[in-house]
């Protein structure tokens, strides 16, 4: 059989032209034949959207306002309720909670579907659409119907819309020398509101900080430098995370350097199945790296890195370009990490325990990818706030208890 001996390029060349052509054919018919008149560009649009959220479930097309939110949720203010979201088989469910907003004092908890946003039915609402329809002006009302994991029926919750701060990191001393410090995202801020809720730590500590509780427990993540830089506040060297995509060129690796404001003090980071993605690259550094022990419960497991584009409109698009592995070389990708110790949150309010057991991870959203002396006032109400927060608290609880030993424990060695 005589003929042109085709290159495996010109093979791949000639499937996407067939594949184009098919896509031209499709949008031709709707265009014409559709019930009703739809814009070629609305038309586009969502088949780029369909395509993205097909790949897994956290890339996605971003309209201009979507884009614009993105990037406020990350760098200033915004008005919402102040919840992190997913999309798992055309249902919206919530991940977490942000503390002390309108969603948290609501009761909304990790797993909860979201059934309804005001009068619309979210059965098949994109992610970035439900987000728009929760953003909103400071003081307008918001109504949720939301099934709680533990719950047979849905129930509504009604908030209003407040000023969502971006203050990521908040500290509290626990006992003399011993500090709770809570990071609840990696916005761009986060790395500079830790070193100064260190300062403060330091400067108010006669003796220095002996122990330090790392609270990730429902952080969701945010941005990787973000995480790298807080995880290198407590290391002075070595690896911290490495990133590796499907191209040769996209190994990255991030490593820790030596500064003076290097915390050495014994380390307990908490975690639960509300610590997602920057979270995990942090706790997974510091367990690795044998800084800190983990105690809690298993990770969300969202192992993935997405790239945020630009586009010439003014949109953006969200894709997922690598996974990231642990210094040791783990993946947690639908894994998560496992704590050294395992402590389930003991809920002082019993009908809430079933629900911590319930909480949605990575591993079960749909196209996850698979893995490879004399007190001043304030001081007293600071005490009295710690030890309300520990009575309620076991995890915490546990936390303080084994960080005070590590000291001890590390000179048997």
Not at 100 to 122: Q, R, S, V, W
Not at 268 to 281: C, P, Y
């Amino acid at each position: 059989m005589c003929g042109v001996q085709r290159t495996p390029a010109a093979v791949t060349d000639d499937g996407k032209l067939e594949a184009l052509k098919r896509f031209s054919q499709v949008l031709d018919i709707v265009s014409r034949y559709y019930v009703r008149d739809v814009p070629t560009s609305d038309l586009v649009n969502g088949a780029l959207k369909g395509m993205l959220q097909n790949l897994d479930p956290h890339s996605t097309l971003m309209t201009r306002e979507e884009f614009k939110e993105m990037q406020e949720s990350t760098s200033g203010e915004f008005f919402g309720i102040g919840i992190e979201i997913t999309s798992d088989n055309n249902q919206l469910m919530v991940v977490t909670p942000i503390d002390d907003t309108p969603a948290y004092k609501a009761g909304l908890k990790p797993g909860d579907i979201i059934m309804k946003i005001n009068d619309e039915h979210t059965h098949g609402m994109t992610l970035q659409d439900a987000v728009t329809r929760i953003r909103g002006p400071k003081g307008s009302e918001i109504e949720l119907t939301v099934l709680h994991r533990n719950a047979k029926e849905p129930t509504v919750a009604r908030m209003k819309r407040d000023v969502i701060p971006l203050i990521s990191v908040k500290s509290r001393c626990l006992e003399p020398g011993y500090y709770w410090i809570r990071i609840t995202r990696f916005s761009e801020k986060t790395t500079d509101e830790l070193h100064a809720a260190l300062k403060k730590a330091r400067a108010e500590s006669a003796d220095g900080i002996k122990g330090i509780v790392l609270d990730l427990r429902y952080n969701p993540g945010g941005l990787l430098d973000q995480a790298v830089s807080v995880s290198d506040a407590f290391l002075s060297d070595g690896a911290i995370v490495s990133m590796r995509g499907r191209l040769d060129d996209s190994v990255r690796e991030f490593h820790a350097r030596k500064q003076s404001s290097d915390v050495t003090a014994p380390m307990v980071v908490l975690v639960n199945a509300g610590s997602a993605s920057a979270s995990e690259i942090v706790a997974g550094a510091l367990g690795d790296r044998r800084r800190a022990l983990i105690l809690g419960e298993q990770t969300f497991g969202k192992g993935s890195v997405q790239n945020v584009v630009p586009l010439s409109d003014g949109s953006g698009m969200k894709l997922t370009i690598a996974l990231y592995y642990t210094p040791s070389g783990r993946s947690i990708q639908a894994e998560g990490i496992s704590p050294d110790i395992v402590v389930p949150f003991e809920s002082p309010r019993a009908e809430e325990n079933s629900a911590q057991s319930l909480m949605v991870r990575e591993k079960d959203l749909n196209r996850h990818i698979e893995n490879g002396g004399g007190r001043a006032d304030g001081e007293k109400n600071r005490n009295d706030d710690a030890a309300q927060a520990l009575s309620l608290d076991n995890q915490l609880r546990m936390a303080l208890q084994v960080v005070k030993t590590l000291p001890r424990m590390q000179s048997l060695r």
